[in-house]
């Protein structure tokens, strides 16, 4: 360690990372094998992982530093393809903790569960019949699962709603709202809704149909919000405040314009789908919750927002739902995800949920910031332009050297590049 600690987390190589992150994190080396290996499971476990499993798929695992949440330093890991992406969380991290980094919170772990009741004669008083019955039901789904009672969790409530009309006709909806507290809760939820089924049908006298989960997790949601000191935002040509008024400006575009706010949303779920996929959390969820929220008032928007306080620094929040878990599913049975977690030190969903929409928010304003001054393609220009070099022929230090090159010509060409190649070996 000790030759490596004046050099940045990047500038190392990629042994001295993992010596790093295995020291600060206090991995075994049975964790590191797992967070550094191939991806952490080996293909007899993806066999009973999954259906006609025939191997893996790797991605690339990066750890984003900087992060303060909640006033704890946390190395962040992030599963993902995308170049770009964990640099950008890292940077904007670090001009979070000019204004003391992300603070984030959860609101209870409560997720909905839905109950489709069709060919009820009479949908009104079917519906109160339901909820005359709101002791004895909540009751009976909180004996479905004592472990989760006993931990603090279990049934808090029940809503009957009626659609009037649809294409096959009038129909209830029964939405149990289940605590599920360190779960992502959608195993728990759908057998209390299969053991419901029947009793419902007594009651109503109609006949359940889908008893599933809902996505729309608005009961289970996490928050962030951060200052960024206006004098961290000045760089190269551009001033503190154009940064900051470029940024607010760029947001206000995703706030009213759908077309840019699902780009702008794509950028958010970079950095979170990155730390949900590796603790094996369940991203498609995310994604889907994350949508349907941007949408709730029925206009899609911005799920972040982007402003500025009475000193004129730059002030960021984030707000969705986050379904994930920290027991249970992937999370437990797939070594490298459970490495992941001990790398971030988190104890709880909700604290994992917290890390997780701070990240998002880190995201947003990499992009925000790129987009507002510079433009995307600059950042991207210099790992691009290392594979046109490798591409070219170069290997050894001529690929940085020539990298560089192509960057300040502006000409990120394979045909450039082998053209200096040729120049350089004459
Ligand atoms: C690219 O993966 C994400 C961005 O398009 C997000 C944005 O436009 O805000 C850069």
Redesign the pocket.
Known sequence: MAEHTSKKFYELSLEERQASIMEQAGLTEEEARALFGQGGISPEQADHMIENAVGLFGLPLGIAQNFVVNGRDVLVPMAIE?PSVVAGASFMARLARTGGGFIAHTTAPEMIGQMQILDVAEPASARLAILEKRAELLQMAGEIDPVLNKLGGGARDIEVRIFDQSPVGPFLVLHLIYDVRDAMGANAVNTAMERLAPRIEQITGGRVHLRILSNLAVRRLARARCTIRLEALAFGEFGAERVRDGIIAAWAFAAVDAYRAA??N??IM?GIDAVVIATGNDWRAVEAGAHAYAARNGTYTSLSTWGKDREGNLTGTLELPMAVGTVGGATRVHPAARAALKLMGVRSAAELAEIIVSVGLAQ?LA??R??ATEG?QRGHMGLHARQVAIAAGASGELVEKLAQKLVAEKTVRIDRAQEILKEWSA
């Open positions: 995308e780009t702008h794509k950028g970079n947003n992009a925000l790129a987009l995307i």
